[in-house]
């Protein structure tokens, strides 16, 4: 029997995320017994902190096994609150943020609440696959602005602009950014901002990778700007990235109260709270996390560093240093039109499956954040692995003919 008509079209639109699909295609490999390097992988490869771990078992142990409060426990929104004025000199109260199950699942909420058919909202590109997605599960319209003109990805005020329209409604933001590692400026979330106060859009602030910045380089919330840019702002953050965490699911909003509230409402007939284990062990992460933080944010540092020279080292990949995150994003277009006998590398999806087959190293294509030129390398991945993955990148590379 063909199900298809019973599924809407807006699934059948949407499409599959192509990060998972190669991380699937080498999860196969590795099953088979072929040595793959994976450098698809979206999650920190430590494991979560004890002291994390140990709070949840003992929530388990105290009983802490009910539903709870759809917007989370008042512990947790208290927490969240703390973390907000500690880390990015924020003030709101408990009843302006909202804890749901993974900062996608705040993401799903804004979308909901915020689009509709005939809105459109603007994504700056290379951007994460899960923005147009859900903004189009909404019915809205996606608008891209490719910042990759610019070599330092810098956003552009003019190009943001010419991208508005009556129809826009908000702006997302991702800093630091999955794929590209760009951290932005003071300068460019002010230009940002002041949009958002001229033409009366909401900015989403996507902050997951806040506390993987590197160097000397100063992370800085863009509602952190001035009370009339916080008061159009939704701070959107989690404890996946920074605390080893995704498996737990607990992301969080904070904004406008009424916008938090229509985001629990929606929540409150979807999913209800989010697990109330994991809500406690959000609670030590947020007030007692920060040392292993740290710990891990200085590995990815040395482990970028490896994997940048590396990469600049292979004849038509050029990648400027992340300012965080834990990706790096090499322009390899240069490789374009080159070809491994019979085999030409057209796009980042040709060379990507070649670097699988011939180098034995999952990559992500650049075209899965709408930037083809492009690919996305992640370094949460131990230093062994980093240079074992990139010597034979290379050598594959070097491989084809020009
Ligand atoms: C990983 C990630 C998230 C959310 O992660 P959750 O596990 O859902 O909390 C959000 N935004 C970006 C850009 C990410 O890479």
Request: with cysteine.
């Amino acid at each position: 029997m063909d199900y298809s008509k019973f599924i809407v079209d807006k699934i059948k639109r949407m499409g599959e995320s192509q990060t998972i699909a190669i991380s699937e295609k080498a999860k196969q490999l590795k099953k088979q017994g072929v040595d793959v390097i994976s450098f698809a992988t979206g999650e920190p490869d430590f494991d979560t902190p004890d002291n994390i771990k140990e709070k949840a078992i003992a929530s388990i142990r105290a009983g802490h096994t009910k539903y709870t409060a759809v917007a989370g426990i008042d512990e947790l929104k208290a927490a969240v609150c703390a973390k907000l004025k500690r880390d990015n000199h924020l003030d709101y109260t408990p009843d302006q943020v909202l804890v749901s199950c993974g900062a996608k699942h705040t993401m799903y909420n804004i979308s909901q609440v915020l689009f509709d058919a005939g809105d459109e909202v603007i994504i700056f590109a290379p951007y994460w696959v899960t923005y147009p997605a859900q903004v189009q599960l909404a019915g809205a319209v996606p608008v891209f602005i490719d910042t990759t003109k610019s070599s330092d990805l810098t956003l552009s005020g003019d190009d943001l602009q010419n991208a508005i329209t009556d129809r826009t409604k908000a702006i997302i933001l991702c800093s630091p950014s999955n794929p590209s590692g760009k951290v932005y400026r003071q300068k460019e979330l002010e230009i940002v901002a002041r949009s958002a106060i001229e033409n009366d859009l909401i900015i989403i602030a996507d902050e997951i990778y806040e506390k993987l910045v590197f160097d000397d380089f100063k992370f800085l919330s863009i509602a952190a700007l001035g009370e009339d840019v916080k008061e159009r702002t939704i701070t959107v953050n989690g404890v996946a990235k920074a605390f080893a965490m995704t498996g737990w699911r607990i992301g969080y909003a904070a904004g406008p109260r009424q916008i938090i509230d229509a985001m629990r409402k929606i929540q409150g007939q979807a999913t209800s709270n989010p697990n109330s284990i994991a809500q406690h062990a959000a609670v030590e992460a947020l007030l007692e996390g920060s040392a292993s933080t740290e710990r891990m944010r200085k590995e990815f540092q040395r482990r970028r560093d490896v994997m940048v020279e590396s990469l600049n080292a292979i004849e038509g990949f050029s990648c400027r240093k992340p300012e965080g995150a834990f990706y790096a994003f090499p322009r390899v277009s240069p490789l374009y039109s080159r070809a491994f006998g019979d085999r030409i590398i057209k796009n980042s999806v040709d060379l990507c499956s070649y670097l699988l087959d011939e180098a034995h190293a999952a990559l992500v294509p650049g075209a899965a954040f709408g930037c083809d030129e492009y690919v996305r390398l992640s370094f949460a991945t131990d230093l062994e692995s980093i240079k074992t993955g990139l010597e034979r990148i290379k050598q594959a590379v070097e491989k084809l003919n020009a």
